[in-house]
């Protein structure tokens, strides 16, 4: 069985940082894109960023300059620096995968069961 385990949210205040990790566990072939969403109280989940195995990231421009993704890959584990936070960045943020778990098998999606990240002003 394959799952994502994130970690390191919780409460700090305007202008500090934070740094979130996803670890993937299972019976894992291969990682392609890993991805950072996020959802806010009564809000859509909307993307952070994403990167993909070879290094190319992405990230939506609300959080562009403060928050930067990476991945190390020989630990399956995918990380967002979060700095310079704001009230605004406060929501449950969920980690996602686009992974196989075998050299011929299907492209899987797999989620995290998220992190609370709240930003106090």
């Known amino acids: 069985q394959v799952q994502l385990v994130e970690s390191g949210g919780g409460l700090v205040q305007a202008g500090g940082s934070l740094r979130l990790s996803c670890a993937a566990s299972?019976?894992?072939?291969?990682?392609?894109?890993m991805y950072w969403y996020r959802q806010a109280p009564g809000k859509q989940r909307e993307l952070v960023a994403d990167?993909?195995?070879?290094?190319?990231?992405n990230s939506a421009d609300s959080v562009k300059g403060r928050f930067t993704i990476s991945r190390d890959n020989a630990k399956n584990t995918v990380y967002l620096q979060m700095n310079s936070l704001k009230p605004e960045d406060t929501a449950v943020y969920y980690c996602n995968a686009d992974l196989t778990i075998s050299p011929r098998g299907a492209l899987l999606n797999i989620w995290g069961q998220g992190t609370q990240v709240t930003v106090s002003s």
């Open positions: 299972g019976s894992i072939f291969s990682i392609y894109t």
């Open positions: 990167i993909t195995i070879g290094g190319t990231t």
